[in-house]
T-cell receptor
């Protein structure tokens, strides 16, 4: 079982560039979410989805877009990268809201 | 929204000793409290969770206690081993309202177990 797969593992961007962080899960989970992890800040919710075609904002959504065209995939798009978006990004999925969340291995993003 | 406070931020113990990490939450609607362990370079992994209808749950060397009246919950690790060294996160989630099912995390505790 692959679980939650994130690509890439590492990425360096220049300020102003755009990119998409990929997230795929093979557990047929309805609920998926994106978090960013910064030193001393824990995990903060960026966007989440309760099923295909449905997305909503979390605590820190500015500068990010998401879409959910299939149950399996939940990509996160950075529209115009800024140094403040330097962080480690985690995708997670769960069978339902309030159920165990399974996390991917993370994407370490540096914006210079 | 929910606010989860976690203490301490760092914790060092000798192998074999016990470790306790404490969290408080603010939203009385929260009823699901998971604990995650994050090893270096990896994503968080659930180690134990508790729901508001119980006060304590154990799984081998790990236990979690919940006091709903005081809005705090704690992680207890007994007979610590070097492989317990990691960052631990508590979280809270509500079963109703506009934040249904969203996980709110504490800031994490770096646990170091010295051999």
């Amino acid at each position: 079982n692959a679980g939650v797969t994130q690509t890439p593992k590492f990425q360096v961007l220049k300020t102003g560039q755009s990119m998409t962080l990929q997230c795929a899960q093979d557990m047929n989970h309805e609920y998926m979410s994106w978090y960013r992890q910064d030193p001393g800040m824990g995990l903060r919710l960026i966007h989440y989805s309760v099923g295909a075609g449905i997305t909503d904002q979390g605590e820190v959504p500015n500068g990010y877009n998401v879409s959910r065209s299939t149950t399996e995939d939940f990509p996160l798009r950075l529209l115009s990268a800024a140094p403040s978006q330097t962080s480690v990004y985690f995708c997670a999925s769960s069978f339902d809201r309030g159920a165990e969340a399974f996390f991917g291995q993370g994407t370490r993003l540096t914006v210079v | 929204g929910e606010n989860v406070e976690q203490h301490p931020s760092t914790l060092s113990v000798q192998e074999g000793d016990s470790a306790v990490i404490k969290c408080t939450y603010s939203d009385s609607a929260s009823n699901y409290f998971p604990w995650y362990k994050q090893e270096l370079g990896k994503g968080p992994q659930l180690i134990i969770d508790i729901r508001s209808n119980v006060g304590e749950k154990k799984d081998q060397r790990i236990a979690v206690t919940l006091n709903k009246t005081a809005k705090h919950f704690s992680l207890h690790i007994t007979e610590t081993q070097p492989e317990d060294s990691a960052v631990y996160f508590c979280a809270a989630s509500a079963s109703r309202g506009s934040t249904l099912g969203r996980l709110y995390f504490g800031r994490g505790t770096q646990l170091t177990v010295w051999p």
